[in-house]
Nanobody, 123 residues
Framework: QVQLVESGGGLVQAGGSLRLSCAAS????????MGWFRQAPGTEREFVAA????????NYADSVKGRFTISRDNAKNTVYLQMNSLKPEDTAVYSC????????????????WGQGTQVTVSS
């Protein structure tokens, strides 16, 4: 069973940048589509971005399109989320997730999850 560990969260001012990383334990990492999700207090978990197994295809939530970039390095078993022009409404716990097959937006389609990392954007 794959294990996912996120890092890179923290406190940043509005307009700043952070890069999240998600390291996977499996050598078969390249067979997983990967996604990033976030959950703010009192809200449902929401889709942020997803990337295909080879990294060719990506998909983003409208709220982050143009500001966030998802990428992966299969040689390092790691997926990244570069977050620029951060806004206070981006404050949430960010989690990475993996699934066999195609990238999708539905969180319930992902079998493997990291523990999450807190991102706080101050105004």
């Amino acid at each position: 069973q794959v294990q996912l560990v996120e890092s890179g969260g923290g406190l940043v001012q509005a307009g700043g940048s952070l890069r999240l990383s998600c390291a996977a334990s499996e050598r078969t990492f390249s067979t997983y589509a990967m996604g990033w999700f976030r959950q703010a207090p009192g809200t449902e978990r929401e889709f942020v971005a997803a990337i295909s197994r080879g990294g060719t295809y990506t998909n983003y939530a409208d709220s982050v399109k143009g500001r966030f970039t998802i990428s992966r390095d299969n040689a390092k078993n790691t997926v990244y989320l570069q977050m620029n022009s951060l806004k206070p409404e981006d404050t949430a716990v960010y989690s990475c997730a993996g699934r066999y097959g195609l990238m999708v937006e539905a969180d319930k389609a992902y079998a493997y999850w990291g523990q999450g990392t807190q991102v706080t954007v101050s105004s």
